[in-house]
């Protein structure tokens, strides 16, 4: 045995070390093209580190079984150990894990993963994700998404599902329990209030709350009214004609329940000179005769027409259908905006 009192010549050491400073007795054994093999006690089974050209590990004598407690290396890092009731963190090329073994099963704990998934293009690219808790098996994953609960699904770009069972695509944020997935990818915000129907093994997926990404509309339930919104379903381009005598649907909108106020905006371009009668309607009905606004002029000029109105809006389905109409007596375009404004601008009040 070779011995010194500070530091240890590798070169001159064969059998092992007795610091006389701590009284300490350090051995290395099994110097072949295993590695070298550094233990405390004369004993080279009991505890020791394990090193060579592969990494090191720390091995640990538990309850007769020699277990690896930590290891380091070109393939990764693990500390804790890996038998029943023990949990360990696992650090590699693709990030890091936190695992809890118990009954021969590991439950991921915890991960901070780096590779591929859904890019901020629709594609794919290589970036980090965050999981606390377990993703659903086999789930596709977001770049720089955040999946926690159980069985959550963070499948779009920055997308955060939570709770169980949820689903988040683009940028999107869901908490509950399996929601409708957003396949349009409408939705900012969604609680989902589905469940699983043991009997049948399935998800019944419903949700509970949503919020529009673009107009901020709220809807609560599964036909609960939008807070604040107004959807375009009809024309609203310009250069809309008319022929004489005749009117026209300039274009529809729905309204939610509620209260509003709606300002319409339209105007009438005559295509030749003489006198011209023109009024607009804004009502439930397409061809309606119930017209205001009504204008008389001569010449070929355009007719401005601007109408501000209360409507109120109380339907079972959360909604009704309201058209802007345009009535002449000759021949021209109608222009359903006005300097680039849109030609009804809604605000709901109660």
Known sequence: MAKASGTIDMKSLKEGHDDASTKATAYITAIDQNGIKVHAENNPNLNYT??????????????GTDTIVASFGSSGSRIG?????????????????IIQKANNTDTQIANLGYGQGTSIDGGTSTAPYYTLG??????????????????????????????????????QFVIGEYNIEDTDDKYSFIIGGGYLNSDENEYIRKNLLTVENITGDITVGNHA?????????????????????????????????????VQ????????ASGANYTAISFNETSASTAWHDRRHSNGAYATQHNLTTIVYVGNEVGYSTYYLNGSTTTAGTWIADNDNCRSIMAVRIV
């Open 225 to 261: 009214t939008p807070i604040g919104y107004i959807e375009y379903v009809g024309t609203t381009g310009t250069d809309i004609y008319s022929a004489a005598n005749t009117s026209k649907r300039l274009l529809s909108v729905r309204l939610y329940n509620g209260v509003w106020v």
């Open 134 to 171: 377990r993703r659903l098996n086999g789930s596709t994953v977001g770049n720089y998404s955040f999946a926690e609960g159980i069985d959550t699904t963070a499948k779009g770009y920055a997308s955060h599902a939570s709770g169980v069972g949820t689903i988040a695509r683009n940028r």
């Open 81 to 97: 150990r890996n038998a029943n009731g023990k949990s360990r963190t696992e650090i590699g090329s693709s990030g890091m894990q």
């Open 50 to 63: 394990k090193i060579n050209a592969e990494g090191m590990e720390v091995h640990q004598n538990v309850s």
């Open 264 to 271: 319409c905006q339209a105007r009438f371009q005559p295509s």
